[in-house]
């Protein structure tokens, strides 16, 4: 069966750091890689997709793919309490269906 | 405003009775699904469709059926439903093309269901 796991958190970081979020998946045969942001209530919202090794970039978010090691990572720079939230990670499945992570819960104090 | 559409909101249903949740998307995407997310568990997909016509078993398909008679509308209906259906349901959509890289799926705004 295809996972992708997250250490569940919380992740706590003050306000102004870096918070680094990782993320595990299990079919080497994912091509493409997400990273949605959950507040508490909401629905998901994608915030950043990777599908090259290495790193991408978008203002504060960076994600980075290492298809070696299954490894995915999302680093937030600049912390704001704004981005307290659940991130989930999510490979694709093959087809149109993607698996997603149970989530990290960041926790950014001012 | 375009985006998906969840309808009820919210709803408290007694064991047993069946269970119409609707979606509907006005963005035109081939490509609808449904998931269902429990604390601790996380997204776990219930069904998808790629198309119009067509609908696929995700990873929780047991006690939920679903149909896509059109483009636009993606019901999930629960026959008889349980206690363990108790959750927060979202449907999502997304611009599939085989073989493409990315599939940003979209989410609806959820519906909370309590099955008592």
């Known amino acids: 069966q295809k996972e992708v796991e997250q250490n569940s958190g919380p992740l706590s970081v003050p306000e102004g750091a870096i918070a680094s979020l990782n993320c595990t998946y299990s079919?080497?045969?994912?091509?493409?890689f997400f990273w949605y942001r959950q507040y508490s209530g909401k629905s998901p919202e994608l915030i950043m997709f990777?599908?090259?090794?290495g790193d991408k970039e978008d203002g504060r978010f960076t994600a980075q793919l290492n298809k070696a090691s299954q490894y995915v990572s999302l680093l937030i720079r600049d912390s704001q309490p704004s981005d307290s939230a659940t991130y989930l990670c999510?490979?694709?499945?093959?087809?149109?269906?993607?698996?997603f992570g149970k989530g990290t819960m960041l926790l950014v104090s001012p | 405003i375009a985006g998906i559409t969840q309808a009820p909101t919210s709803q408290i249903l007694a064991a047993g009775r069946r269970m119409t949740l609707r979606c509907t998307q006005d963005?035109?995407?081939?490509?609808m699904y449904w998931y269902r997310q429990d604390l601790g568990l996380g997204l776990r997909l219930i069904h998808y469709?790629?198309?119009?016509?067509?609908?696929g078993k995700g990873e929780v398909p047991d006690g939920y059926s679903v149909s896509r008679a059109n483009t636009d509308d993606f019901p999930l209906t629960l026959a008889s439903a349980v206690p363990s259906q108790t959750s927060v349901y979202f449907c999502?959509?997304?611009?599939?093309?085989?073989?493409?890289?990315?599939?940003?799926?979209?989410f609806g705004p959820g519906t909370r269901l309590t099955v008592l």
């Open positions: 999510a490979s694709d499945s093959g087809y149109s269906t993607l698996t």
């Open positions: 469709s790629n198309t119009a016509g067509t609908t």
């Open positions: 999502a959509s997304s611009e599939w093309a085989s073989g493409a890289s990315y599939n940003e799926q979209f």
């Open positions: 963005m035109r995407h081939n490509a």
């Open positions: 990777i599908y090259s090794n």
């Open positions: 079919d080497r045969g994912s091509q493409s």
